[in-house]
């Protein structure tokens, strides 16, 4: 099939056409272009979610919704979709979608920078679910969105209500808060609501209450005359008349049914469900775009352009151009080649085309440990655990396995993993076929791979566990969430039982990362537990063998030589424990761990209950303006991206952009400035310096800290 130079897609239900020769540009800058400036630029590189958007594609004989970072996501990623925009759901005028209202009425915003990325995320984990998320859901999903001025807690709040209720999440301590009382503290007149065993929760605020105990049992609570009528809502024996905080909450709960007119969601458009699918080509004068829809065509241009870049999620290519000034002449996304998306289940494993999305993968592993003994699935457990930290959900949306493991990076989170649980890679090319590389002789070098020129990585094969194998991720970060890691781990060991009953380290693998200039597989650890019984003395043993295979210079790249090193032996530690539990679970009584029971939580998993605060302030009487709830101003405009932010602003005709000159040289002193051949440039209008400045030349927002076009030069890049 010949490739097309026809791109379509839809946004916000309107078909568009995409324009030739700009492979280089993202779809972000293109919304912004035509006057979607509800997504916004923040970081550039995919970490604040301000630029969220929803992608919607047809697969399979239905839709696919998923929320995207529109700051890295390639404009030609999107032929054949539908891109659904913060103003796609809702406006001022027309009626706010009910995401937008309830984080509106819930003082879900501030500023109002980030908000418009929130809505959208939100909005992509309702769209793409086929039942109410849970508490647990909608953090994950806004794990890539960041907030820096409101706060998360409203946030949460706010979209809690589209959520599965539980509860037994609403702990005695937060019911007292919510009276205004200390934890432990009792009251006559306000019991605490769980008293009477039930932990009650109002099912129209969500929020935990005493209604029925306060009307005198079943009889006129929320339960029984429902909060319209003599419950929560009404009356001055009802919940939403008690505090401050439930009127607020409330508020948020009511936003389901406000005065927003907007019910009707953007459909998927027929034509791209009819569109069939084919090569395309996009030629530019700085790139050129190629999707082909064959394995042998992506072969064949990779063939005709070792130099090329394969795109899926431009996680990695996007932010090298945007940020590093690199240029890649040819593109190839292997989005659309079946071999490369395809997974499939065998006997012996899981093999996953390498561009497979991380959000997919981690689906079928799940699919894979609901079906399977645990024994078989130790390797997909902690590749799905490793996930659950790894970016966020809207990188994890668009990246693609294959990148991040021929990215090569010292610090990637799988890598490790893929090296010590006996995974396969699978890299092909037009002259030399198929080739298989274990993952742990794969990686050379800083950023280097086993990959020769004009070949692709096709898939990777992640075998099953089998009993008495345990394999364990690790990673320790500056901050847990969609952060980088400082140091993190895969570790394998398989345990047998020898002629006198011991268990034997029969195999053992153990991978590093973020401690070399590539992922390092510890041959000498693994060599000190070969053989040996699963004892301390084997995990000492282990440990001192660290010291070899772990060097860290005290001028490594990364710093902090000392707690990297500590880390290492930190996991070895916790890897010793969590297989000893394992073993003495499944041996039935023929192992006892050599710990002591204080060591047991070093072995098991992290897990955080959805996140909760409370917020206290007074109760104002009712007609009293001040102390009220107050949705503010503004909060309409900013949750449906309607708000003008500086950015935002239309360029007119004779717009100017200023920059401003630095320095070359240190601790120099500015004899004279020649500004004759910047004036002389075609495009420049003027040439300002500290002369030009009527009055002081001192600037800082806040405080005078730092001088334009001062005489001496303190530093390098100081401003002339």
């Known amino acids: 099939m010949d490739p097309t130079s026809e791109a379509i897609a839809y946004i916000n239900g309107k078909r568009v056409e995409l324009p030739p020769g700009r492979a280089e540009l993202t779809l972000l800058a293109f919304l912004r272009e035509r006057g979607l400036t509800g997504t916004k630029l923040g970081c550039g590189e995919g970490g604040c979610g301000a630029c969220t958007v929803m992608l919607s594609h047809w697969e399979g004989g239905k839709v696919h919704h998923r929320s995207v970072n529109a700051c890295l996501c390639p404009l030609y990623a999107i032929d054949g979709m539908h891109v659904v925009t913060v103003e796609g759901i809702g406006n001022v005028r027309e009626g706010l979608h009910p995401v937008q209202t309830a984080l509106a009425r819930g003082h879900g915003s501030q500023c109002g920078f980030c908000t418009p990325g929130f809505v959208m995320s939100m909005y992509a984990l309702l769209r793409s679910s086929t039942e109410a998320p849970t508490e647990e859901e909608v953090e994950d999903?806004?794990?890539?969105?960041?907030?820096?001025?409101?706060?998360?807690?409203?946030?949460?709040?706010?979209?809690?209500?589209?959520?599965?209720?539980?509860?037994?999440?609403?702990?005695?301590?937060?019911?007292?808060?919510?009276?205004g009382l200390a934890y432990g503290e009792t009251d006559a007149?306000?019991?605490?609501?769980?008293?009477?065993?039930?932990?009650?929760?109002?099912?129209?605020?969500?929020?935990?209450?005493?209604?029925?105990?306060?009307?005198?049992?079943?009889?006129?609570?929320?339960?029984?005359?429902?909060?319209?009528?003599?419950?929560?809502?009404?009356?001055?024996?009802?919940?939403?008349?008690?505090?401050?905080?439930?009127?607020?909450?409330?508020?948020?709960?009511?936003?389901?049914?406000?005065?927003?007119?907007?019910?009707?969601?953007?459909?998927?458009?027929?034509?791209?469900?009819?569109?069939?699918?084919?090569?395309?080509?996009?030629?530019?004068?700085?790139?050129?775009?190629?999707?082909?829809v064959t394995l042998e065509a992506?072969?064949?241009?990779?063939?005709?352009?070792?130099?090329?870049?394969?795109?899926?999620?431009?996680?990695?290519?996007?932010?090298?151009?945007?940020?590093?000034g690199m240029r890649y002449p040819v593109i190839i996304a292997p989005t659309h080649v079946p071999e490369m998306n395809a997974i499939t289940v065998t006997d012996a494993g899981i093999e996953i085309g390498s561009a497979v999305t991380?959000?997919?993968?981690?689906?079928?592993?799940?699919?894979?440990?609901?079906?399977?003994?645990?024994?078989?699935?130790?390797?997909?457990t902690a590749v799905v655990n490793q996930l659950r930290w790894f970016a966020g959900c809207q990188i994890r949306n668009v990246s693609a396995?294959?990148?991040?493991?021929?990215?090569?990076?010292?610090?990637?989170?799988?890598?490790?993993?893929?090296?010590?649980?006996?995974?396969?890679?699978?890299?092909?090319?037009?002259?030399?076929?198929?080739?298989?590389?274990?993952?742990?002789?794969?990686?050379?070098?800083?950023?280097?791979?086993?990959?020769l020129p004009g070949e692709l990585l096709l898939r990777v094969c992640v075998p099953?566990?089998?009993?008495?194998?345990?394999?364990?991720?690790?990673?320790?970060?500056?901050?847990?969430?969609?952060?980088?890691?400082?140091?993190?781990?895969?570790?394998?060991?398989?345990?047998?039982?020898?002629?006198?009953?011991?268990w034997v380290v029969s195999e053992a693998e153990f991978a590093f990362g973020g401690v070399a200039a590539k992922a390092v597989l510890a041959e000498k650890v693994a060599a000190a537990c070969i053989g040996k019984p699963w004892s301390q003395t084997t995990l000492a043993a282990a440990i001192e063998a660290l010291k070899s295979d772990i060097v860290i210079a005290d001028s490594a790249p990364g710093g902090r030589p000392e707690y990297?090193?500590?880390?290492?032996?930190?996991?070895?530690?916790?890897?010793f424990v969590a297989a000893s539990l394992n073993l003495e679970a499944d041996a039935a009584g023929?192992?006892?761990?050599?710990?002591?029971?204080?060591?047991?939580?070093?072995?098991?998993?992290?897990?955080?209950?959805?996140?909760?605060?409370?917020?206290?302030?007074?109760?104002?009487?009712?007609?009293?303006?001040?102390?009220?709830?107050?949705?503010?101003?503004?909060?309409?405009?900013?949750?449906?991206?309607?708000?003008?932010y500086v950015d935002d602003i239309k360029h007119t005709a004779d717009l100017l952009h200023a920059a401003i000159v630095a320095s070359s040289r240190p601790h120099a002193k500015l004899i004279k400035v020649d500004a004759s051949a910047a004036r002389a440039m075609p495009g420049v209008a003027g040439v300002y310096g500290a002369a030009d400045v009527p009055g002081s030349n001192v600037i800082g927002p806040v405080w005078p800290d730092e001088e334009v076009g001062h005489f001496r030069v303190r530093g390098l890049g100081c401003r002339v």
């Open 464 to 502: 099953f566990t089998r009993p008495r194998e345990y394999v364990r991720e690790y990673k320790q970060s500056p901050r847990r969430e969609d952060d980088i890691a400082i140091v993190n781990a895969g570790m394998r060991v398989q345990l047998d039982q020898d002629a006198s009953g011991a």
């Open 358 to 380: 991380l959000t997919r993968m981690m689906h079928a592993f799940k699919a894979e440990i609901a079906c399977r003994p645990a024994s078989q699935t130790s390797t997909l």
């Open 189 to 292: 007149t306000a019991p605490a609501a769980t008293a009477n065993g039930s932990g009650a929760v109002c099912p129209s605020t969500g929020m935990p209450c005493d209604c029925k105990k306060a009307s005198g049992g079943d009889a006129g609570g929320c339960g029984a005359g429902g909060c319209g009528a003599g419950g929560c809502g009404a009356g001055s024996g009802g919940c939403g008349a008690k505090a401050g905080a439930d009127k607020a909450a409330k508020g948020v709960a009511a936003a389901a049914s406000a005065a927003a007119t907007r019910t009707v969601e953007p459909i998927f458009p027929p034509e791209l469900k009819r569109r069939p699918v084919g090569a395309l080509c996009m030629a530019g004068p700085v790139a050129t775009w190629h999707r082909p």
């Open 590 to 644: 023929k192992f006892e761990p050599e710990f002591p029971a204080s060591h047991r939580s070093a072995g098991q998993l992290y897990h955080r209950p959805p996140a909760r605060g409370v917020q206290f302030f007074a109760d104002a009487p009712v007609d009293d303006i001040v102390g009220q709830p107050q949705q503010h101003l503004a909060a309409d405009l900013q949750v449906t991206g309607e708000a003008t």
């Open 141 to 179: 999903a806004l794990g890539g969105n960041l907030c820096r001025c409101t706060g998360y807690r409203p946030i949460l709040d706010a979209f809690r209500m589209f959520t599965k209720s539980d509860p037994k999440a609403y702990t005695e301590e937060a019911i007292a808060a919510s009276k």
């Open 401 to 451: 396995i294959g990148g991040n493991i021929v990215t090569g990076s010292p610090i990637s989170d799988l890598n490790p993993l893929w090296m010590a649980s006996r995974t396969e890679f699978v890299v092909a090319s037009t002259s030399g076929g198929e080739r298989r590389i274990p993952a742990n002789k794969f990686f050379l070098g800083y950023r280097t791979v086993d990959m």
């Open 298 to 324: 992506a072969l064949k241009l990779r063939a005709e352009f070792p130099d090329s870049r394969l795109v899926v999620g431009n996680t990695e290519v996007g932010i090298e151009m945007k940020f590093k």
């Open 564 to 575: 990297r090193r500590a880390l290492t032996s930190s996991f070895m530690f916790k890897f």
